[in-house]
């Protein structure tokens, strides 16, 4: 069956860094698109960045509000994905989940809709 199992959450200091790993199995990983979302206590869970599979040539998004400062990587030889944080802030305190689905194109712009999540892994920001 899939799992998804999520790593590297901790306590930080603002400004510092952090890298969350996903080890994946039960599907064809490096086929697969994976991706981070976010949930921070009473708030909506939110999409951080996306990777796409071999078919895409391992694309990456992060959204527009985190860009430069996280980074979406792959490997496919270990069925990892990775998310670098840098430069934390208390706002990205949350429990960041690992995800795997599908990239889907429409009207010209790609869509991700995740199939399978891991249990998740707590990040917190706090000086």
């Known amino acids: 069956q899939v799992q998804l199992v999520e790593s590297g959450g901790d306590t930080v200091q603002p400004g510092g860094s952090l890298r969350l790993s996903c080890t994946a199995s039960g599907f064809t990983f490096s086929a697969t698109a994976m991706s981070w979302y976010r949930q921070a206590p009473e708030k909506e869970r939110e999409l951080v960045a996306v990777?796409?599979?071999?078919?895409?040539?391992?694309?990456?998004h992060v959204e527009e509000f985190l860009k430069g400062r996280f980074f979406i990587s792959r490997d496919n030889a270990k069925n990892t994905v990775s998310l670098q944080m840098n430069n934390l802030k208390p706002d990205d305190t949350a429990v960041y989940y690992c995800?795997?689905?599908?990239?889907?194109?429409?009207?010209?712009?790609?869509?991700?809709?995740?199939?399978?999540w891991g249990q998740g892994t707590q990040v917190t920001v706090a000086s």
């Open positions: 990777i796409s599979g071999t078919d895409l040539a391992s694309t990456t």
């Open positions: 995800t795997a689905g599908k990239i889907d194109r429409s009207n010209g712009n790609y869509y991700y809709n995740p199939d399978y």
